[in-house]
């Protein structure tokens, strides 16, 4: 792997962490704020482990992807491509 390709692969991992972050802050924000009744709903339900890991999944899903793909469509190209 050339050092552009392991910068390039590190980039897109800190971007992807920065966007984990914010699905799962805000996942904690909608359980703390019992927004539309998730949390109680979650709780009270049969498995409340699968509806919150579904939950998350897809939050992490949504941050992580869209984090990713706003930072790299913001990279500027060099001038000689």
Known sequence: MTPQERSFLGFLARHLATGLAAGALFGAA???SDFAGLRRLT??????VLALALLFFGLFITFGSVSMAANLMMLQRNKDD
């Open 30 to 32: 909608i359980l703390a």
């Open 43 to 48: 709780l009270t339900s049969d498995t409340p």
